[in-house]
Each structure stands twice: as structure tokens, then as C-alpha cells.
């Protein structure tokens, strides 16, 4: 596995959680990384992403102001930073490299490399 999802769990609204993407053997070191979500019954979407040194981020409308995607490269590591979460925040939450190293809007086809997912749960 090229990169590894965690920190999901479960939250009332309001509140905040923390997802990280480990990139331990580097594959994604010169690709821009981006979160995705799918909640039951419903395709996977785009998130946010960030650029390949960190610089410039990209949001989905429905999460901007609320959640905040970084990446330290000494950690080989992205952050989801989620904060003011909503019951329709609720879904799993996948990190996926980009073939590109710019931060833009990912579609779903788009990925080299998943993470495996993990779980949020925003409770009302």
C-alpha cells in the first residue's frame, strides 16, 4: 500500500478531526496529493488536494472555510484538518496521489495511487 489513511472516527457537529495520509515508501514525493470522500449510496468525490511542495491548495466549494488540506514534506505526510463538521460530512474519506503536481480539482479517474479508507462519522 502506497499510502495509508487515519485518523477517521466519530464526532458530533461541530466538531473537529484530523486525517492523515502517510506516504511511506515517497511514491507521491513529486505529485500533488488530494483528499476524496464517498458517503453510502453515493459516488466518490473530490475534496480538496494540495501541490507537490505544499504551496497552493484547491477546495471543493461545500468544504471551504471549514476544512484545510497541508502537507509537510519531511513526514512524507498530508493533512485533512476538518473543522466545523456537519451530520453531511459523513462518509469514508480516501487520499489518493495525483499524476500531476499541481493542487486542481481531481476526478475520480484521475489517481496513480489510494489510500485505503477511513471512516468519519459526524453525528447530529
Known amino acids: 500500500v502506497q499510502l495509508q489513511a487515519s485518523g477517521g472516527g466519530l464526532v458530533q457537529a461541530g466538531g473537529s478531526l484530523r486525517l492523515s495520509c502517510a506516504d511511506s515508501?515517497?511514491?507521491?514525493?513529486?505529485?500533488?496529493v488530494g483528499w476524496f470522500r464517498q458517503a453510502p449510496g453515493k459516488e466518490r468525490e473530490f475534496v480538496a488536494a494540495?501541490?507537490?511542495?505544499?504551496?497552493?491548495?484547491y477546495y471543493e466549494d461545500s468544504v471551504k472555510g471549514r476544512f484545510t488540506i497541508s502537507r509537510d514534506i519531511g513526514k512524507n505526510t498530508v493533512y485533512l484538518q476538518m473543522n466545523s463538521l456537519k451530520p453531511e460530512d459523513t462518509a469514508v474519506y480516501y487520499c489518493?496521489?495525483?499524476?500531476?503536481?499541481?493542487?486542481?480539482?481531481?476526478?475520480?479517474?484521475?489517481?496513480?495511487?489510494w489510500g485505503q479508507g477511513t471512516q468519519v462519522t459526524v453525528s447530529s
Open positions: 489518493a496521489a495525483s499524476r500531476y503536481p499541481t493542487a486542481h480539482r481531481m476526478g475520480v479517474n484521475e489517481p496513480r495511487y
Open positions: 515508501r515517497r511514491t507521491a514525493s513529486n505529485n500533488a
Open positions: 494540495v501541490s507537490w511542495k505544499g504551496g497552493s491548495t
